[in-house]
């Protein structure tokens, strides 16, 4: 991501699935911030939509992205 920004080019992860999470986290709010605030991706392609702007919503008023 950090190759990517330094481009100038925007990051976007597909597809992320609150339904089949990988094994590497144990929640959606996990996978969420991994990908959002630890490894600063752009956006996401993703069949939950509501939910992922709640969180990004809810990170975004209670920190600094």
Not at 11 to 38: A, I, M, N
């Amino acid at each position: 991501v950090r190759w990517a920004h330094n481009a100038n080019l925007k990051v976007h992860v597909f597809t992320l699935r609150k339904d089949q999470l990988p094994s590497y986290v144990k929640s959606w709010e996990e996978l969420l911030t991994l990908f959002y605030k630890t490894l600063k991706v752009d956006g996401a392609f993703t069949d939950f939509t509501d939910e992922a702007k709640q969180f990004l919503t809810k990170v975004s008023s209670n920190s600094t992205f």
